[in-house]
């Protein structure tokens, strides 16, 4: 497991939307929903995302990802006049249709996920892969067919295309990827990424994650603060209290369970470091949610 898995794992559409499709020019849809991600895939003719002053061409082969919670609008051109409000009742499955958007909103549940919004700009943009082009085409027969448990099938492969697509535009030299990673990569920080992803409760030190990447402690300390922006163990503790946020969530976990489950043997040490990192105690945090 690695960071990217960690975030996408709490990613998922429900319920995800086939834009009216009866469209003709000109023609706008405004999406005002606020979720924190839409995903958009032409299907059938091309259109543009507008976001205030920023405006987007989207083709049919390529897919599109809107960050939220700003409101924004697809449409036949870069200047729609106005729009109409997308409304799921509303949508057909008419593939025949002139134009036809097949979108998806997801809400980003807890800290954990959340990361990911912090790096990706407004609007993206990634051409379909030859994976991505056979999954279209897959996608497609589904609208058309509409046989039993479609709504599931349709909602989990938008997530396979959502995942695909960021992978995608993080791999570009253009794209602001977070610094971990294009450290996943490298011989020696990679696999202390990796074990720190793999087991966050461990009692890492960085004797034992120098180890594991088989280098010195002073190389790994040097090399990971130079790719990732901090040093190992400065790191581990940020993402054991992102872990910890997302857990001081559920009905029945208490701070000392929550300690445990990150790697503390304590609640007092655990509550020291999540105020430190938070800004202020487990207690406080998970009453203000």
Same mark, same amino acid.
């Given at each position: 497991?690695?960071?990217? @898995?960690? +975030? ?9 939307? +086939? ?11 405004? &999406? ?13 003719? @091309? ?5 205030? @002053?920023?405006?987007?061409? =989207?083709?049919? !082969? ?20 106005? $729009? ?13 249709? *002139?134009?036809?958007?097949?979108? !998806?909103t997801y809400e980003l ?20 892969? *030859? ?10 027969? #589904? ?11 349709? @909602? ?14 993080f791999d570009r030299p253009?794209? #602001? ?7 996943? $990569? ?5 696999? /202390?990424?990796? /074990? ?8 890492? %030190?960085? /004797?034992?994650? $120098? ?7 002073? %190389?790994? /300390? ?45 609640? &007092?040490? &655990? ?5 430190? =990192? ?12």
């Amino acid at each position: 497991m690695d960071p990217y @898995d960690d +975030l996408l794992r709490g990613v998922r559409g429900e319920g995800s939307v +086939l834009g009216v499709s009866s469209l003709s020019p000109p023609w706008a849809l405004r &999406f005002t929903a606020g979720a924190p991600l839409t995903l958009c895939i032409p299907m059938r003719g @091309d259109g543009w995302i507008v976001q205030g @002053d920023v405006a987007r061409p =989207v083709k049919v !082969g390529e897919t599109a990802i809107v960050r939220g919670p700003e409101p924004f609008v697809f449409a036949d051109t870069d200047s729609p006049r106005s $729009a109409m409000d997308v409304r799921p009742e509303g949508a057909d499955g008419d593939m025949s249709a *002139h134009t036809v958007l097949l979108t !998806g909103t997801y809400e980003l549940g807890g800290e954990v996920t959340r990361r990911l919004v912090q790096v990706l700009p407004p609007v993206i943009v990634v051409a379909d892969d *030859h994976d991505c082009s056979s999954m279209r085409d897959y996608l497609e027969i #589904q609208l058309l067919r509409r046989r039993p448990g479609y709504q599931i099938v349709l @909602d989990r492969l938008l997530d396979w295309m959502l995942v695909c697509t960021l992978r995608d535009w993080f791999d570009r030299p253009e794209a #602001q990827a977070p610094r971990w990673y294009r450290a996943l $990569a490298d011989d020696v920080v990679g696999p /202390a990424l990796r /074990a720190i992803h793999d087991a966050p409760s461990a009692p890492w %030190t960085l /004797a034992s994650l $120098a180890t594991l990447a088989g280098a010195s402690r002073t %190389t790994l /300390a040097k090399r990971f603060t130079e790719l990732v922006g901090e040093p190992p163990l400065a790191y581990l503790t940020g993402w054991r209290m992102a872990l910890a946020a997302d857990l001081l969530s559920e009905r029945d976990a208490t701070v000392a369970s929550v300690a445990r489950r990150v790697g503390y043997s304590d609640g &007092f040490g &655990f509550s020291a470091a999540f105020k430190r =990192v938070k800004g202020v105690s487990p207690s406080a945090f998970r009453s203000g949610r």
